[in-house]
């Protein structure tokens, strides 16, 4: 593992800060029909508070399963999952989830599944309503509230599970490619809200993507993670003035860090594919029709 | 402007062309008996059997025979959706005891259980207690069946979101399998009701006691045929009764489909 850091003093202190969030030496395994698939091999980090940390690397090395075991969904794995200090067994109220598929309760209209946490919480109908109809109109669903999930595109829908996740505030917020199934507009849009969001509310937030624009966009630092097994391939710190809007996206400086974890992701995506292939090619050679 | 909607995409049309097939599909039964192609002796002409309405209705009593099978086919309905849901529940939450019993609910749900209302008219006498236990028994396991199929099949993700929420046990329950499942839980309440049905009129023709099954009993037996089929027109009539009522119910409890 490779720490790469940039000239910094933007966070004064920020290196003493408690980590918030800490994951230590995680190992997880999985028993599948052609043996043993090691999907998370030795990961370790920290996260401070109020950081916004991103995670970037080839489909299939083990993002998601990450995500589960530090929400506590997850278990039989090695290491540990620590939240302010205290080791974490089972999902801590403190983490909130935004999930890769697609999440939205069909039974309940737009604004009922975002009341949804609130009303879990015991909060006052009136009350819970006031907070979730907020939420709905910061994601652009203004309009939308009695509709219901099969009603919406898509990216309305995970916009709604979105809604549903900030709504709980939770302090730390895990995301699993929340802007996957969203235009580059609305994806440009949208994160711009979430910084926002996130820096009101001093939120930490980890964010699962692919797309580079947007993980440097955004985040503080960026773990980039190797093919299978997933390993922390690099920790880039992005030293990018804050508080940053889309436009940022122009800037020369914001182009070398892209290239930089473009360069670092295409080494194991291009392993990735090398690997696929001829994992097929064995598979189909003299095995019976 | 707008313009006007082709007849065929108006809301009441499926309603029309459903009602237009039948009444199609009686005129053609009635011209096939005038023609002697159909048996008149086996199927009456459909007028007579419109014809034989008001003798049903004021000679044989049917009202009272309706309203008696419609009873025994709700207090069915009511027991067979408690014990058929909360068994459902119990397999789902029992690995154990669903390991032991789903093929057994299976097998049951396939056997000709109107056999037994010779050991039910033992144990419960030739009352409507039979008649109700025996349309229990028979639409029990199709929704036993279909509430496990449903509970389990819920979505990992949305039981996900429920634990990261920290859902109790009860919560997660009410909140997340139970609306998850419900359409499948429907869809066998449906099969079960039907199932209930059936074998609440088969046992009161075979037992010669209580409502409409018994009616057609002793009406077939005078051999009056056009009123056989209008007394099994009000069999239907509470079959399309049942199932209003669970429509209704299923809207109530899940609003979008
Ligand atoms: N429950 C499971 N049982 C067996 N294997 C699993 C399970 N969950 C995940 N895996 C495997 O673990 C590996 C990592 O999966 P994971 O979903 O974490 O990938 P990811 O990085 O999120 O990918 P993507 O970017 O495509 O979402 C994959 O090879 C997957 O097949
Ligand atoms: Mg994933």
Redesign the pocket.
């Known amino acids: 593992m490779t720490v790469v850091a940039m000239p910094s003093g933007r966070m004064p202190g920020a290196a003493t800060a408690e980590p918030i969030l800490t994951v230590d030496n995680i190992v997880?395994q999985?028993?599948?029909p052609d043996g043993v698939?090691t999907?998370?091999d030795n990961v370790s980090l920290s996260v401070r508070p109020g950081e916004f940390f991103g995670v970037i690397?080839?489909?299939?090395?083990?993002?998601?399963?990450?995500?589960?075991i530090i929400g506590g969904l997850?278990d039989g794995y090695d290491g540990t999952v620590r939240v302010a200090g205290e080791t974490v067994d089972g999902p801590h109220p403190s983490i909130g989830m935004i999930f890769?598929e697609e999440s939205t309760f069909p039974w309940r209209s737009v604004i009922d599944n975002v009341a949804f946490p609130l009303e879990i919480a015991g909060l006052p109908k009136s009350e819970r309503y006031d907070r979730a109809r907020h939420f709905v109109s910061l994601v652009g669903l203004d309009g939308f509230e009695r509709r219901f999930p099969a009603e919406l595109s898509g990216g309305m829908r995970q916009r709604v599970s979105m809604a549903r996740t900030l709504a709980a505030q939770p302090k730390i917020m895990l995301m699993?490619?929340p802007f996957a199934a969203l235009d580059e507009q609305t994806r440009l849009l949208l994160g711009d809200k979430v910084l926002q969001i996130q820096q009101e509310l001093k939120q930490t937030t980890l964010l699962?993507t692919?797309n580079i624009t947007e993980a440097v966009q955004l985040s503080d630092r960026i773990m980039v993670?190797t093919y299978?097994p997933?390993k922390v391939k690099r920790i880039v710190e992005i030293d990018l003035p804050r508080p940053r809007t889309s436009e940022i996206v122009s800037s020369e400086a914001f182009g070398r860090y892209v290239a930089q974890i473009w360069s670092d992701l295409r080494e194991e995506a291009t392993r990735g594919l090398v690997e696929d292939e001829s994992r097929k090619l064995r598979g189909g050679a003299g095995a019976p029709p | 402007m707008t313009r006007p909607v082709p007849f065929s995409q108006r809301r009441y049309f499926p309603a029309v062309l459903g009602l237009g097939s039948f009444a199609a599909f009686v005129i053609a039964v009635e011209f096939l008996v005038y023609a002697d192609i159909l048996n008149r002796f086996i199927i009456p002409p459909p007028s007579d059997v419109i014809g034989a309405f008001p003798r049903v209705i004021m000679e044989e009593h049917v009202l009272a025979r309706f309203t008696q099978t419609a009873l025994e086919a709700l207090a069915a309905s009511v027991l067979v959706t408690i014990f058929g849901v909360a068994g459902g529940v119990l397999l789902y939450q029992f690995t154990l005891l669903r390991r032991a019993t789903e093929t057994w609910v299976a097998a049951i749900a396939a056997a000709p259980l109107v056999l037994m209302y010779p050991l039910y008219l033992v144990i419960f006498g030739r009352n409507a207690t039979t008649i109700v236990m025996m349309g229990f028994t028979a639409g029990l396991a199709p929704i036993i069946l279909k509430t496990l199929e449903g509970l389990s099949g819920t979505r990992r993700v949305l039981i996900n979101v429920g634990r990261s929420f920290n859902l109790t046990r009860s919560q997660q329950f009410w909140k997340i399998l139970f609306p998850a499942a419900l359409p499948t839980i429907f869809v066998g309440m449906r099969l079960g009701l039907i199932f209930a049905l059936i074998n609440i009129v088969g046992v009161e023709y075979l037992i010669n006691f209580g409502g409409l099954g018994q009616l057609i009993n002793e009406l077939a037996e005078r051999y009056d045929l056009a009123g056989t089929y209008a007394a099994i027109c009000f069999v239907i009539l509470v079959s399309i009764i049942v199932f209003a009522l669970t429509e209704r119910l299923e809207r109530w409890l899940r609003p979008a489909g």
Do not use: W, Y
């Open positions: 997880k999985f028993e599948t698939l999907a998370v690397g080839p489909s299939g090395c083990g993002k998601s399963t990450l995500f589960n997850l890769q699993d490619e699962i692919h993670m299978r997933g």
